[in-house]
Structures are given as structure tokens and as C-alpha cells.
């Protein structure tokens, strides 16, 4: 064969072009390259060109990786359903009947209401219904909500999304704030403290702006409604005193997006009180007298905490457990015992006397040195 119909066969293989290409000057190519390879294979410009066409990407730049059928199908897995179509899920969590008004609930609720888009990050101790507080006034208006719990692991493709594979397909699946942006509901990042710095990938989302979704090339912007809240233990300082073990200093940029902080306190006794009447009211447990010395003795221990005298603190979502557990097991200082077992030896003891002081009607086994 001449050299001449070898540069025939060439020209006429658009993948042998390609292929060489790639061998020589890998993926990317420019017109310095294509016009080398032209002067070595004996073969004009303009027929390579005409050739590998498909894969121009910009002005003297081929991408030999790219072609129409690829970024066809890109497209169709994008527009494919998500491994569980959102559309078809209800969003809007459910009213409970055991939630009472108090704390921040009120201007939460209006920032909700209001559909603006104001970032906002809720801080407190454990189990005083930050998360609570956002979920039901989401349920009263109607809103939908999409909760993330926030970890050290969470990460650019727990939020935003990837592919997946489906029925032997890659199909892109939306992560919880795509789909949050694009059926402007409310995002909620729970224990957001606990993200490492991956939780920057959320920066343009907290300014509103939407986000690029650099793996399939698609723009989302945000629907009306859509707004950002973030609940916490700390401020996004860290925990000095190491009661919340593994919390983090958050970026101070990231934290700078969150116009507003609430700081949510437990509820006052009266609230507390009726909270825990209306989970009675479910459990069928009939003893007001047993809830109220329950939140005596969950006021006492708090003001002691604030006080510097103990180190532990008993939480409105502690005295439901007991109040959980008392319907269950018939025994108060049974339900009381197990509850608080999770504290260290010496503050479960100096809590069982408390409430032993609190409510005369019951005994609490005290280690001396006569029982023991």
C-alpha cells in the first residue's frame, strides 16, 4: 500500500484520527497540535478538521472526549427520575398534637410564613425543640420541609447529589438541597456543628443564589419559599466544656451567611406542663401530680446547672421519656431510675434524692455504708 492511499484510509477514519490524536497529545487538543499531527500523517488541515468536528469545544480547542451522543445522555439522566421520585412524596410533616407555643416558635413560624429568603441558624441545649419547634411550624403553614442530619461525614454528594446507578443506568439523583431549591421548601440542617469544612459547598446556596451543578453543566435556582434553617448545640464555636463531643468550629464566612440567631431556652415550667400533659394525654397516663413534680424537679435541676452546681441537665425531651417510660412500666422511680442511667453514678444518685425530697410519696434507695 502507498503512502498516498495509507493518507486516504486516514482521512476517511474520523475514530483512527481521534484515536491518534489522543495518543499523542491526549484528550485535549489545540490547532498547534492538530496542524502537527497533519505535517507528520501527510494529510490537509481542513480534513481532520472536517472529521473530528463533533468534539469542538470552543475556538481552536477539541475535546476528544466529548461527543454529541455523550452529552445527550448526560441530558437524559439528568431529566430521568431520582432513585425514589420526590414529586411523589409528601413533604409537609405532620401536625403533632402534643406541641405547645413557646420560645422562638412565633418568629420562626413568621420568617416561614413571610417566604423570604433569610437564612437562619436556631442554638440551645439538647432536647429543648429547636428542630421541633421549625418542623411543626412548617406543619401549620402548610410548608414542606426536607431535614438533613448533619454529620462529620456529610459531604458535597449527601447534599447536592450524583449519579447513581438504577436498573444497571448512571442516573444523576438530586440530593436533599436540590430538591429542597426546586420545590421551594425548607431545608433544615440539623446539628449542623457536627460538619467538617465539606459543608462549604453550600456557600452560594445561603446567599440565595442557587447552585451550579458542575457535574451534569445544569444551573438550579431556587423557587420562591425556599429558605435555609440550621439547629445547633453551639454557636459554631466548638464545645469548650466538652458536653457536645464532636462539634466544630465552623467557618466564620459560612457562619456570616446566617443573618438572624435564635437562642432557644427550655420552656418555662407552666409550658413544660402542658407539654407533658398532652403526651399523657396519648399515653393514657391520668397523674397530674406526678407531672408536676416531674417539672419541679426538672426546674430545680436546670437552675442548679446554670448555677455551676452540677454538670449534667435534665431536658424536656428527658422528662417525656420518663413520662414515656411510667406508662410502661407503672413504677415512677422505675421510670425515673432508667432514664437517668445514662448520667455517671454520681449524678444519677444525687438525682434520684432530689426527686425524692420533690415527692414524698416515694422512697429512692440511698448507698450508705449500712447497705452496703
Not at 437562619?120 to 431535614?147: H, P, V, W, Y
Not at 447529589?161 to 440530593?175: C, K, P, Q, Y
Not at 422511680?333 to 425530697?357: G, W
Request: proline fraction near 3%; aromatic fraction near 10%; include cysteine.
Amino acid at each position: 500500500m502507498t503512502s498516498v492511499e495509507t493518507n486516504s484510509i486516514v482521512a476517511i477514519s474520523s475514530d483512527y484520527i481521534r484515536t491518534s490524536l489522543q495518543t499523542l497529545y491526549g484528550n485535549r487538543v489545540t490547532t498547534s497540535d492538530i496542524r502537527g499531527w497533519c505535517d507528520m500523517n501527510n494529510v490537509s488541515y481542513q480534513t481532520v478538521t472536517s472529521k473530528i468536528k463533533p468534539y469542538k469545544t470552543g475556538k481552536s480547542v477539541w475535546n476528544l472526549e466529548v461527543t454529541p451522543e455523550k452529552i445527550e445522555e448526560i441530558e437524559r439522566n439528568y431529566q430521568a427520575p431520582a432513585v425514589t421520585p420526590a414529586v411523589e412524596q409528601n413533604l409537609i410533616p405532620d401536625k403533632d398534637d402534643t406541641f405547645i407555643n413557646f420560645g422562638n416558635f412565633t418568629d420562626i413560624k413568621k420568617i416561614i410564613k413571610s417566604r423570604i429568603f433569610y437564612p437562619t441558624f436556631l442554638t440551645g441545649l439538647s432536647g429543648n425543640g429547636k428542630t421541633f419547634s421549625i418542623e411543626q411550624a412548617c406543619a401549620q403553614l402548610d410548608r414542606e420541609m426536607i431535614r438533613v442530619n448533619i454529620t462529620i461525614e456529610t459531604d458535597e454528594d449527601d447534599l447536592i447529589g450524583g449519579f447513581r446507578l438504577v436498573d444497571g443506568a448512571t442516573v444523576w439523583h438530586n440530593g436533599p438541597v436540590i430538591e429542597a431549591l426546586q420545590r421551594g421548601a425548607i431545608l433544615l440542617l440539623d446539628e449542623i456543628d457536627l460538619a467538617s469544612n465539606k459543608i462549604l459547598c453550600l456557600q452560594s446556596i445561603l446567599e440565595g443564589r442557587g447552585v451550579f451543578l458542575k457535574k451534569i453543566g445544569k444551573f438550579v435556582k431556587p423557587s420562591k419559599g425556599f429558605n435555609v434553617f440550621a439547629t445547633a448545640n453551639t454557636k459554631g464555636k466548638g464545645s469548650d466544656d466538652g458536653r457536645f463531643i464532636g462539634t466544630n468550629v465552623l467557618n466564620e464566612a459560612f457562619l456570616e451567611r446566617f443573618p438572624v440567631t435564635f437562642e432557644q431556652e427550655y420552656p418555662t415550667p407552666a409550658n413544660e406542663a402542658k407539654i407533658l400533659s398532652k403526651v399523657a394525654d396519648t399515653l393514657g397516663v391520668d397523674d397530674d401530680n406526678f407531672i408536676s413534680r416531674l417539672v419541679d424537679w426538672g426546674d430545680v435541676i436546670r437552675k442548679t446547672f446554670y448555677d455551676g452546681g452540677v454538670d449534667e441537665v435534665i431536658s424536656t425531651r428527658r422528662l417525656v421519656h420518663i413520662l414515656r417510660a411510667y406508662s410502661i412500666f407503672g413504677d415512677k422511680m422505675k421510670a425515673i431510675s432508667v432514664c437517668v442511667n445514662r448520667f455517671d453514678d454520681e449524678t444519677k444518685q444525687s438525682f434520684m434524692e432530689l426527686y425524692d425530697k420533690i415527692d414524698g410519696d416515694v422512697e429512692v434507695f440511698v448507698d450508705t455504708e449500712e447497705n452496703i
